[in-house]
């Protein structure tokens, strides 16, 4: 009898990825792909599945909120897929059945997947799922904000430092990163990076853009009580009049 996996990642490549491994593998069946978290949680509830390859980092709804919005009892056995720097991925060995962390080889895939049959053919039980998510509570809250993001270049996932980008501007569901004379795009929405990224570092002056503080130069005042902020680059942003704690923050009177 063969395992039901599913995947769900909102990056086509790594989908791909984990379809190219499985490719061979007659023990293994994919019933299913999805690219985000509501899709997903219909898909578990409704198919079934024995195992779930399942993206941490998904716009809107996380692979925490999927786990959370399945519940222990009904949730299969899990592979998480995730950019998490090492130190976060130390606790996800603590208590996970297994992690892959992007971008991630064949042998590395072909580890995790062994490990997953061994624990199905074992029934995963709702006590162990519970002490799975206990540990994905623990990384959220150990790692705190994200250090490094995951971008797609020239059909390859690299990873970027936070603190290397200049701003941030908004592009639906998609977010540009302006990086020096770089620019990357991520989907992913300007509030779901807000989340991610350390408020001590990193600003929302207004809703289209965030700033990285340490590359503002000034803050010149504008009209009807707007301000523009200058960044070390040359680059010249709009901060909201509505944005009374970011003033604050950047040490400006408001009245």
């Avoid at 995790?112 to 162990?128: F, M, Q």
């Avoid at 519970?130 to 797609?152: M, S």
């Avoid at 600003?203 to 803050?219: D, K």
Wanted: include cysteine.
């Amino acid at each position: 009898m063969s395992i039901r996996a599913l995947i769900v990642d909102d990056e086509p490549l790594a989908r791909r990825s984990i379809q190219r491994f499985l490719k061979n593998d007659v023990s293994v069946d994919v019933i299913a792909e999805c690219e985000d978290g509501e899709s997903a949680v219909a898909a578990i509830r409704s198919r079934n599945p024995d195992l779930v390859f399942l993206d941490v980092q998904m716009p809107e709804i996380d692979g925490f909120e999927v786990l959370r919005k399945v519940g222990p009892e009904q949730m299969p056995a899990v592979i998480f897929v995730t950019a998490y720097d090492r130190h976060a991925v130390r606790a996800f060995e603590a208590g996970a059945l297994d992690y892959l962390l992007k971008p991630f080889g064949r042998e590395r895939f072909d580890r995790a997947l062994g490990r997953a049959k061994e624990r199905i053919a074992g029934k995963l039980n709702a006590d162990e799922s519970r002490r799975i998510l206990a540990a994905l509570e623990q990384v959220q809250n150990h790692n705190g904000y994200a250090e490094r993001l995951p971008v797609v270049e020239n059909g390859r996932i690299i990873f970027v430092r936070t603190l290397e980008i200049d701003w941030i501007e908004a592009a639906g569901n998609y977010a540009c990163l302006h990086m020096h004379k770089r620019e990357h795009a991520i989907r992913e929405t300007l509030a779901s990076l807000q989340s991610k990224l350390n408020p001590r570092d990193f600003l929302r002056i207004h809703r289209s853009a965030i700033v990285n503080v340490h590359r503002i130069r000034e803050i010149q005042p504008w009209f009807h009580g707007y301000h523009l902020v200058l960044l070390e680059n040359g680059q010249q942003l709009r901060m909201s009049r509505y944005q009374r704690e970011v003033a604050k923050r950047l040490g400006l009177r408001v009245t």
